[in-house]
Each structure stands twice: as structure tokens, then as C-alpha cells.
């Protein structure tokens, strides 16, 4: 009698959204589990706002067409366990902290995404990060220079003000900067990595700082030095996060950014326990799951 085949090893990935570039529910659905995740974290989007946040309304659904929080909650409710579901508002409407605590009080286990015209400092930012720790959910930065919350540089002294708040980094400024010798310039740079950039400094400088693997620029930072991409997953192994915030349908093969993800971090991982810690265990814990 032949022996059952084992579960699959779980993953949890924070970062996903509906509607994401008009793609239906039911291939989002397939995409995830084509993936192999177990636990996904569905991130809406604001309001739709005609205001400098959102860049005229450019920015309206994450600039990806992602749906909101409602959306976001009624599926994650139809499909317990294997959804999650975030909270999120512009972040300058006057009535932001309120929706968002309407969501957090509902279930959200995040504030995100957060992607908007705003200086990551703003005192709009700060009420936000406050809320974040009252809720004891993390909250989660679009980091995009002189586009969605600029001022990298100055993201340290929002993670000494408050230092009950989680925040986890995201996107392409967050991924550049991993590079000692960046310069600001190029969004997706490619070449050797110098270690010690901003984003490696603020890892380790900071506990309550998290850095979220997802999108084009988490995986181009995987991929392009070999060498560092080690080094950077061992020493930072308690601080990634996996995300996948990718927008193809099919969850698989050279087309799919969040599978290719995946298959980087086991590639580089040191060890089997990094890459659990990195696809699993430490979003886990994180959102005491």
C-alpha cells in the first residue's frame, strides 16, 4: 500500500489584491493556489478621490484598477482560512482614520496598501501609524520616491516616533535601496550590490521594521547579484517577508512574477528554516496566525 503524499508545506503571502488590472476573483483564486499559498492577504484600495494624493485620480485603485475594502472583506468572509483581508483609505481624507478603523474593527489584520502622493512623514502618515499600533496591525508603504510616501531617508525617524508600530517596506525604493552605492536614480537597477544600503541599515537598526518581498522590484532585487541576495536573506531572515503582489492569471511559469519569487527565495535561502521563516513563519507570527 503506497504511503499518502504529504501536505504541502504552507506560505502565506501579505500582498494580493482583487480586480488587480481587471482580473476576475475566480483567476486570482486559481493563480494563488496554482502558486502553492495557503493564506493570502487581500490589500484594497482607497476611495476613489480626485485630489494631488492620487495624483488627480490617477491613482484611484492602487493605479491598478484593485478593488476596496468592502470587496476585499466580503471575500476574504466567503473563503475563511484561506483569505485575509487588510484595511486601507487615501491617506489624507480627513475621514481616513475612521474607514480604516471601521475594517479594522470588522477583522483587518492590516493597514495597506498604502500608496499615495504623500510624504512618509505627513502628519496624515502619522495618524495612521498611531492607529496601527492602538490595533496592533502593521502597516504596510507603498515606498516610491517623489510618487507614493516620499522620503525614504526620513522613514527612521517614524520608526523611533513610533515604536509600537509595525511597518513593513514595499516597492521600488525600498528594493533600490538595498544597494550601499544607489543614487536615487534608477527604480529597477541592475549590477553587483554593495551591502549596507538604507534598506539592509533600517532592518537591522529597528524592530519594528519589515520588508516585504512582493512585485517586479522584490524579485529584481533577488535576482540581480546572486552573491548578495544570500547574504542579505540570511541576515535578515527574521525580517522578510514573502509577498507576491503579482497581477498574472496563471500562478505559474516564466509569466508569473509571485511564483518566480518563490522559486529565487528557496533557490538563495541558506537553509530550509530561512526559507520557512520567509514564506511562512515569520508572517505567521507577525499576524499571529
Known sequence: MSAPNPPPEPIIDIHQHTHYHGRSDQQMLAHQRAMGVTTSILLPAGRPTVRPATHGGRSNGLAANCTGNEAVMAYAKAHP????????????????KGEIEKYLKLGAKIIAEQKFGVQCDSEHSQTLYALAADYGVPILLHLQEGTYNSGFKRLPDMLKKFPKTIFIMHAQTTWASIDANYDGKNLYPTGPVAKGGLTSQYLADYQNCFA?????????????????????????????????????????GPGCQGAGTIAAIRKYAASKTVERKILFENSKKLFRL
Open 212 to 252: 516585504d518581498m512582493s512585485a517586479g522590484s522584490g524579485l529584481n532585487s533577488l535576482l540581480r547579484d546572486e552573491e548578495h541576495t544570500r547574504w542579505f536573506l540570511d541576515k535578515h531572515q527574521d525580517k522578510v517577508l514573502y509577498g507576491s503582489d503579482c497581477a498574472d492569471t496563471i500562478g505559474r
Open 81 to 96: 482560512g484561506e483569505f485575509l483581508f487588510g484595511a486601507n483609505e487615501v491617506t489624507d481624507l480627513p475621514e481616513a
